[in-house]
């Protein structure tokens, strides 16, 4: 099958199927994103590559696709889609919440021999399954492996990898990969074989792991390369005999001295305590197809569960293959089997739905977060409403029954008798419509008003232009706009009996604008302004009467929405974060985290580092003489949850890993942390 009828043409397929988040990774290739798969509810991570900057590596892409599309292995990322635009190459695949490799040996320091041994079996494990399936991967290092959720190894980035035509025996020529990883005669120029060039890189990455710094290593590239050359490294006095045993066959400067890896397998540092061989076939074969995630997907598409089944085994690498492999891993995982494409339309629309926050929702146990409304919108014009309609809402946790959709919602409302826009009949009840009715009511609307400004936490619509010059009460009331609902401008009321009969009035004022500032914040919350008031209120496509005031009413708002949102999130943000202990965190023994933040800041300057602060997290960048970054990386002061204590948290972006461990390394040291 040709390459290019496996990919989906258009950006249409990734912000339809996808919520894209924060960057999690920066390379030269582009960058990674955190996403969500909306139909599933899955995490996935999305390489982003623009054609234009990938230039003449646009090939090596394309194999590095063709390879993740074949490799089908436990311990490698798995490849869900891929999205091909005009400009643009989306890569989304499986997501490892673990990070990198190479941020675990920093936060150890280094890795005893048992954990290390661990890896090294999962390691080796994927090694000998990619190189029986004709590939080398040749860019081995610890940066290229991730840790997932159960704390396993995931190989990544086959970005430089090779299958010759002839197999695997055949020798390649072109010289790639992190030369600190770099096998001896890649360096001199001499043709190699794949797979023994991957085994040095693999026996400086054991190196690495057991000792945490690398056996050849220096800043100027001519000395390092002699090292590596000579084949001369340092023993550390911690490393047990059969340790150094093993990185001795592994980083043979001959390379026909150079243990295999099929030696690997059943090597006796290898298979201390566990007595077996490493187990390298794939346990995730594409030939199965798993009933369970091919019936509901069925249901879904409105399929037969021949058809639906025929159309997976055809492993495009479209939305069918990503949904059934996402699916499958729910189901390996012990979640339910379940698509929720028709919840996220409920919970979207829904009066409780807050723009660019998360919202939990599920069946049982299985939880499902959807982020801003802004994707959800792609789907409302291609809905099945009808469908919608009659399915059953799912539970909506922490919410009232007000979050749950309506369909009424999207029905044309009929005008009403003040003959201004219409609202839906749902978002207010008989006694706000009738705001100059009984007093009794009118409490009701007052009631009703405060606790839906306590759900929706929305300010007040400001007052209109014309009543700027009327001076504001200085009671804790707020002062009503110039004209009632109605349209004619209130009667000012005489005070009567020690002011007494004055209050009556100004509580009438005070209901109407509070009847007004009701439906505005449930017609007009941020979460729904952009279509819910076009869809429900404006169908009839006539001019309404109080469409003036209302229209207001609704850029007042949005203005002052607008204005406030920052101030929250800004409040939100007065204290560092709390977060679990994570290997990537650095304690320090302070409790106070603005005196470990200005510790930081005064370090930096020294160090050459530019930075842009926002809160207690600095995103720093390093350049060269010639004005290129060469490093991209984030500090960010937390506190512990359980410890209380302060704490750096550190992620590199970009740049060179060890150069990276050396420079952050530096700067907690000097800032006395």
């Given at each position: 099958?040709?390459?290019?009828?496996?990919?989906?043409?258009?950006?249409?397929?990734?912000?339809?199927?996808?919520?894209?988040?924060?960057t999690i990774g920066s390379g030269g290739f582009g960058k990674v994103k955190l996403g969500r798969h909306l139909l599933t509810g899955e995490k996935v991570a999305i390489k982003i590559m623009s054609k234009k900057d990938l230039g003449a590596d646009l090939p090596r892409v394309k194999l590095e696709i063709e390879a993740m599309m074949n490799l089908c292995h436990q311990h490698i990322c798995r490849l869900y889609q891929v999205i091909e635009t005009s400009t643009q190459i989306f890569m989304i695949m499986e997501y490892c919440p673990g990070g990198e490799l190479f941020d675990y040996?920093?936060?150890?320091?280094?890795?005893?021999?048992?954990?290390?041994?661990?890896?090294?079996?999962?390691?080796?494990?994927?090694?000998?399954?990619?190189?029986?399936?004709?590939?080398?991967?040749?860019?081995?290092?610890?940066?290229?492996?991730?840790?997932?959720?159960?704390?396993?190894?995931?190989?990544?980035?086959?970005?430089?990898?090779?299958?010759?035509?002839?197999?695997?025996?055949?020798?390649?020529?072109?010289?790639?990969?992190?030369?600190?990883?770099?096998?001896?005669?890649?360096?001199?120029?001499?043709?190699?074989?794949?797979?023994?060039?991957?085994?040095?890189?693999?026996?400086?990455?054991?190196?690495?792991?057991?000792?945490?710094?690398?056996?050849?290593?220096?800043?100027?590239?001519?000395?390092?390369?002699?090292?590596?050359?000579?084949?001369?490294?340092?023993?550390?006095?911690?490393?047990?005999?059969?340790?150094?045993?093993?990185?001795?066959?592994?980083?043979?400067?001959?390379?026909?001295?150079?243990?295999?890896?099929?030696?690997?397998?059943?090597?006796?540092?290898?298979?201390?305590?566990?007595?077996?061989?490493?187990?390298?076939?794939?346990?995730?074969?594409?030939?199965?197809?798993?009933?369970?995630?091919?019936?509901?997907?069925?249901?879904?598409?409105?399929?037969?569960?021949?058809?639906?089944?025929?159309?997976?085994?055809?492993?495009?690498?479209?939305?069918?293959?990503?949904?059934?492999?996402?699916?499958?891993?729910?189901?390996?995982?012990?979640?339910?089997?379940?698509?929720?494409?028709?919840?996220?339309?409920?919970?979207?629309?829904?009066?409780?739905?807050?723009?660019?926050?998360?919202?939990?929702?599920?069946?049982?146990?299985?939880?499902?977060?959807?982020?801003?409304?802004?994707?959800?919108?792609?789907?409302?014009?291609?809905?099945?409403?009808?469908?919608?309609?009659?399915?059953?809402?799912?539970?909506?946790?922490?919410?009232?029954?007000?979050?749950?959709?309506?369909?009424?919602?999207?029905?044309?409302?009929?005008?009403?008798?003040?003959?201004?826009?219409?609202?839906?009949?749902?978002?207010?009840?008989?006694?706000?419509?009738?705001?100059?009715?009984?007093?009794?009511?009118?409490?009701?609307?007052?009631?009703?008003?405060?606790?839906?400004?306590?759900?929706?936490?929305?300010?007040?619509?400001?007052?209109?232009?014309?009543?700027?010059?009327?001076?504001?009460?200085?009671?804790?009331?707020?002062?009503?706009?110039?004209?009632?609902?109605?349209?004619?401008?209130?009667?000012?009321?005489?005070?009567?009996?020690?002011?007494?009969?004055?209050?009556?009035?100004?509580?009438?004022?005070?209901?109407?604008?509070?009847?007004?500032?009701?439906?505005?914040?449930?017609?007009?919350?941020?979460?729904?302004?952009?279509?819910?008031?076009?869809?429900?209120?404006?169908?009839?496509?006539?001019?309404?009467?109080?469409?003036?005031?209302?229209?207001?009413?609704?850029?007042?708002?949005?203005?002052?929405?607008?204005?406030?949102?920052?101030?929250?999130?800004?409040?939100?943000?007065?204290?560092p974060r709390k977060i679990k202990a994570q290997y990537n965190v650095t304690l320090t023994n302070q409790t106070n985290p603005v005196q470990v933040l200005n510790q930081i800041l005064a370090i930096l300057p020294e160090r050459h580092v530019d930075f842009k602060q926002k809160g207690y997290t600095l995103k720093c960048r390093t350049w060269d003489d010639f004005g290129k970054v060469t490093m991209v990386f984030e500090l960010e002061v937390c506190m512990l949850q359980r410890l209380e204590v302060v704490g750096v948290r550190r992620q590199r972006v970009k740049g060179d890993a060890?150069?990276?461990?050396?420079?952050?390394?530096?700067?907690?040291?000097?800032?006395?942390?």
């Open positions: 099958m040709p390459m290019e009828k496996t990919w989906v043409r258009g950006a249409d397929g990734l912000y339809k199927y996808y919520e894209v988040y924060d040996i920093i936060s150890k320091d280094r890795l005893s021999e048992e954990e290390t041994r661990v890896f090294f079996r999962q390691i080796v494990s994927a090694l000998a399954y990619v190189h029986s399936q004709g590939y080398a991967h040749r860019d081995l290092k610890p940066e290229n492996l991730l840790i997932d959720a159960d704390h396993n190894l995931k190989l990544i980035d086959f970005g430089l990898c090779a299958k010759p035509v002839g197999g695997l025996g055949c020798e390649l020529h072109t010289c790639c990969g992190s030369p600190v990883y770099a096998a001896p005669e890649l360096l001199q120029g001499k043709p190699y074989i794949g797979s023994e060039a991957d085994v040095w890189s693999l026996g400086v990455l054991l190196y690495a792991l057991l000792c945490g710094y690398l056996p050849f290593d220096d800043d100027n590239a001519m000395v390092l390369y002699k090292k590596i050359t000579a084949g001369r490294y340092d023993n550390p006095s911690w490393l047990s005999p059969g340790s150094v045993l093993l990185l001795n066959q592994m980083l043979q400067v001959d390379p026909k001295k150079r243990l295999t890896v099929p030696q690997m397998l059943d090597h006796p540092w290898v298979m201390k305590d566990y007595n077996t061989p490493v187990e390298w076939h794939t346990r995730q074969t594409l030939g199965h197809i798993d009933e369970d995630c091919i019936t509901e997907m069925a249901v879904n598409m409105k399929r037969s569960r021949e058809s639906t089944a025929a159309l997976v085994n055809e492993w495009r690498y479209d939305h069918t293959t990503a949904t059934y492999l996402l699916l499958l891993s729910k189901k390996q995982r012990g979640k339910p089997v379940r698509l929720y494409m028709r919840a996220v339309y409920r919970v979207a629309c829904s009066p409780g739905f807050q723009s660019q926050e998360a919202i939990h929702y599920a069946d049982d146990e299985d939880a499902v977060i959807v982020g801003s409304l802004d994707f959800c919108n792609e789907y409302i014009d291609d809905c099945p409403w009808d469908s919608v309609a009659h399915h059953t809402p799912p539970r909506v946790r922490g919410r009232t029954e007000k979050t749950t959709y309506d369909t009424k919602f999207l029905s044309p409302s009929v005008p009403s008798r003040n003959g201004h826009s219409p609202t839906p009949e749902k978002r207010h009840t008989p006694a706000q419509r009738k705001a100059n009715d009984k007093t009794s009511e009118d409490k009701e609307n007052i009631a009703r008003q405060e606790k839906d400004v306590e759900i929706f936490a929305l300010p007040l619509p400001l007052t209109p232009v014309s009543n700027k010059k009327q001076p504001r009460s200085t009671k804790n009331v707020l002062t009503p706009p110039n004209k009632n609902v109605n349209g004619h401008k209130p009667k000012a009321a005489t005070p009567k009996d020690g002011g007494t009969a004055s209050k009556e009035p100004h509580k009438k004022k005070t209901a109407e604008l509070k009847e007004i500032c009701d439906i505005e914040i449930m017609a007009l919350s941020p979460e729904r302004r952009s279509r819910s008031l076009d869809m429900a209120g404006t169908d009839s496509g006539k001019k309404k009467r109080g469409g003036k005031v209302f229209g207001s009413l609704e850029r007042g708002l949005d203005k002052m929405i607008t204005m406030l949102t920052p101030n929250k999130k800004r409040a939100l943000r007065d204290g060890w150069v990276y461990k050396k420079l952050v390394e530096s700067i907690l040291t000097s800032s006395a942390i």
